[in-house]
């Protein structure tokens, strides 16, 4: 595919469940990052990823989040015990640094999360 | 701290009118990207522009223009003759340039929005 794809679309699960989120990143961008837009939070930075170099979590809101990127491509986000404030959209972007000054990310259209 | 503050929480104008939409930033970064997308009913993210520190000239892209003031730590948004289309959440955002191995990841930081109403 040409952009970021995630899935699924949409998720509905129950408080204290456990959930996986999945992101596929643009083919070839080594940077891949995740955001999550909540009604109260607006829009923000969760973690980055960038090629094999120890991932930026300090986005993370507490350590029932934690994702991973395996083969530099393919990230999971998962949330453990979800609670109701865990409801949102999960956004994934990737951008290729290097090949300019700037670093334009692209996004996926989300996951949204609702935690029941 | 890197922090975006967008003002204006919501805006309502009637199609046609021009409408300006406001972004103060704050960085200690001397290099550093100002943006802005916008959020359609669809729930994407747009990229429309991006801006680097050291270039304050203005831009024009058809209806919509940026003024960058670097004295004022400002990157406003100007639609001129808004069209019911341009109806959306826009978002400005900032970054710090990326660079591989260190704590500059270039995750952007972004402004709560301002939710723009474009009526016929």
């Known amino acids: 595919g040409a952009g970021v794809s995630q899935s699924p679309s949409n998720k509905v699960t129950e408080k204290g469940k456990d959930v996986e989120l999945r992101c596929d990143p643009i083919?070839?961008?080594?940077?891949l990052y995740w955001y999550r837009q909540s009604l109260g939070q607006g829009l923000e930075f969760l973690i980055y990823f960038q090629g094999n170099s120890a991932p930026d979590k300090s986005g993370l809101p507490s350590d029932r989040f934690s994702a991973e990127r395996t083969g530099g491509s393919v990230s999971t986000l998962t949330i453990q015990r979800t609670q109701q404030e865990d409801s949102a959209v999960y956004l994934c972007?990737?951008?290729?640094?290097?090949?300019?000054?700037?670093?334009?990310?692209?996004f996926g259209p989300g996951t949204r999360l609702t935690v029941l | 701290a890197q922090k975006v503050t967008q003002a204006q929480t919501e805006i309502s104008v009637v199609e046609k009118e021009d409408v300006t939409l406001d972004c103060v930033y704050e960085?200690?970064?001397?290099?550093?990207?100002l943006f802005w997308y916008k959020q359609p009913p669809s729930g994407e993210l747009v990229f429309l522009i991006r801006?680097?520190?050291?270039?304050?000239q203005n831009e024009i892209s058809g209806r919509y223009s940026w003024n960058f003031q670097k004295s004022t730590s400002s990157f406003n948004f100007t639609i001129t003759a808004s069209q019911v289309v341009d109806s959306a959440v826009y978002f400005c955002?900032?970054?710090?340039?990326?660079?591989?191995?260190?704590?500059?990841?270039?995750?952007?930081?972004f402004g709560q929005g301002t939710t723009l109403q474009v009526k016929p």
């Open positions: 960085t200690r970064d001397t290099t550093y990207y």
């Open positions: 972007a990737s951008s290729s640094p290097g090949k300019g000054f700037y670093n334009e990310q692209f």
């Open positions: 083919s070839g961008h080594t940077a």
């Open positions: 801006r680097n520190s050291f270039d304050e």
């Open positions: 955002a900032l970054s710090n340039l990326l660079v591989i191995g260190s704590s500059n990841t270039g995750k952007l930081i």
